[in-house]
């Protein structure tokens, strides 16, 4: 039984908006992928409910609202036999851990003449959210400065970051960047912290509230990021929106 198929077919019933559909599409297709290798049945609802609670209770509740208006609409097309529900999972105060976002910050300072790797590694984040790892990998011929973007090509997934025009006038002048992007991530780490006290982590939170707060999507923003879910980024957008 290819639960998969049965999707489309579910969302037809249901007048959605773009985000709502894609929102409903990835839970539904989460859940399908589990059933692809446990029995539908009580003892694999309730197996799938405790995979849940790893989970912050907003995407709790919205992954067990979708998932049990699916399993009813699969016992309505007798596609399985039994009335499967996934039931209201409990708080469980004691293993509760609060979420912290930190402040958005001010980094106008930041975005003088470029004069240290530091300070181009530091903006860079700013402007991208890209991790050390992946800004290893970079070429200076990803930047196209004609139209202020970052093109990148990772693993045949092809993704463009808009950057402002304030670091742009910065940055595109520089000459030797791939020597820069040539180096380890343990000589990136050392670089920023010559310039900053603030982590390439902590900079990537602050371009990610950046974008919530300019009103992109989680999907949006998943896909600028190249994360292959939204799970990491569904704090943020509780938090700021």
């Given at each position: 039984m290819k639960l998969q198929n049965e999707i489309p077919k579910f969302l037809a019933t249901k007048s959605l908006s773009e985000n709502?559909?894609?929102?409903y599409s990835y839970d539904?297709?989460?859940?399908?992928?589990?059933?692809?290798?446990h029995e539908m049945n009580e003892a694999g609802v309730l197996l799938f409910k405790k995979n849940l609670k790893s989970l912050s209770p907003a995407a709790q509740k919205r992954k067990v609202s979708a998932d049990n208006q699916f399993l009813s609409f699969l016992y309505h097309q007798r596609i399985i036999h039994d009335f499967l529900q996934i039931s209201k999972i409990e708080k469980n105060l004691k293993n509760t851990i609060k979420v912290e976002i930190p402040q958005q910050r001010d980094?106008?300072?930041f975005y003088g003449p470029i004069q240290t790797p530091g300070q181009f590694l530091?903006?860079?984040?700013?402007?991208?959210?890209?991790?050390?790892?992946?800004?290893?990998?970079l070429k200076w011929e990803n930047?196209?400065?004609?139209?202020?973007?970052?093109?990148?090509?990772?693993?045949?997934a092809r993704r463009a970051i808009p950057l402002q025009n304030k670091f742009a006038v910065r940055a595109k002048v520089i000459q030797n960047a791939d020597e820069l992007f040539g180096k380890s991530r343990q000589y990136l780490h050392g670089e920023l912290k010559k310039f900053t006290d603030f982590t390439a982590r902590e900079l990537r939170e602050q371009f990610i509230m950046r974008k919530v707060k300019e009103g992109h999507s989680i999907y949006d923003l998943s896909e600028l990021l190249g994360l292959k879910t939204i799970v990491t980024l569904e704090k943020y957008f509780k938090k700021l929106r």
């Open positions: 709502s559909r894609l929102s539904l297709n989460q859940f399908c992928a589990f059933f692809e290798t980094f106008s300072s530091a903006t860079l984040i700013l402007e991208t959210g890209l991790t050390p790892s992946e800004i290893c990998h930047f196209n400065w004609r139209f202020n973007l970052l093109e990148i090509n990772k693993n045949g």
